[in-house]
């Protein structure tokens, strides 16, 4: 079935769909017919509402409540990601799709000392945040990520969380299953809770520079060292997330 994230959807037995980009979309893409299912949810109330359409008009579709469903995908604990601005726009598209599908719960998009100029505009940011919602209604998530482009310099100093950031080198650097065992509360063996909520620092292409690693480090950033192969900055967290999805 088709889910659709509405922020301000309120659960009532009749719920008229009014938004044109909606109606659009089940009218004239998905030819939906009478009688088909499809599904609302707004991630304050981690339910899926499960309706009927009952009445198709020339600009509003009519539906009826059939069945509300508890769902909770998040995990017990929140991942932010910090990525370095690549160097297209597409691939900050790609990014934020697939990151949504992995569990993440804020993006935040900044400049590192080798990121390369690359201007969001008002009307991209809306795309981008677009592609976020379709994501999550494809993914069957029903939390909304949050969405930063920040048009100065991190600073470092307001991070909360545990941090960790990847690396190409494994001296000085401590392998993900440690770093994840350390904040267990019952060890990697017999994970099931952490304790701390984490943040992670994805590179640009050409990776930190000795200056921001250094700066990491003295923020007492975990250095996490995944394997002799150096990932490309839209594949590497996604081995970080798949990682931890599979440890929980």
Not at 112 to 117: A, D, G, L, T
Not at 215 to 230: D, M, Q, S, T, V
């Amino acid at each position: 079935m088709q889910r659709f994230y509405i922020p301000s959807f309120e659960k009532q037995e009749t719920f008229i769909i009014e938004d044109k980009d909606i109606f659009y979309q089940l009218v004239k893409v998905l030819r939906i017919i009478e009688w088909k299912k499809i599904i609302f949810f707004d991630w304050k109330t981690q339910k899926d509402y499960i309706y009927e359409i009952v009445e198709i008009n020339k600009k509003t579709i009519k539906t009826k409540l059939l069945e509300e469903v508890e769902k909770n995908t998040e995990l017990n604990f929140d991942l932010n990601l910090f990525q370095a601005l690549p160097n297209k726009l597409e691939k900050i598209e790609y990014i934020l799709q697939k990151w949504v599908e992995v569990w993440f719960k804020k993006f935040v998009f900044y400049r590192s000392e080798r990121s390369q100029k690359l201007v969001i505009s008002d009307k991209k940011e809306e795309r981008l945040k677009k592609i976020i919602v379709e994501a999550v209604e494809q993914s069957g998530r029903n939390f909304v990520p949050e969405l930063q482009i920040l048009s100065k310099n991190l600073d470092k100093k307001n991070i909360e969380w545990k941090s960790l950031f990847l690396h190409t080198k494994n001296n000085n650097s401590q392998n993900l299953k440690d770093f994840i065992d350390s904040l267990s509360i019952e060890g990697f063996s017999s994970l099931k809770k952490i304790e701390e909520n984490i943040n992670l620092f994805i590179w640009p292409e050409w990776w930190f520079s000795e200056s921001e690693i250094k700066n990491f480090e003295e923020k007492k950033f975990a250095r996490i060292y995944l394997w002799n192969r150096i990932l490309r900055t839209e594949t590497a967290w996604i081995v970080v997330g798949f990682t931890l999805w599979q440890m929980l």
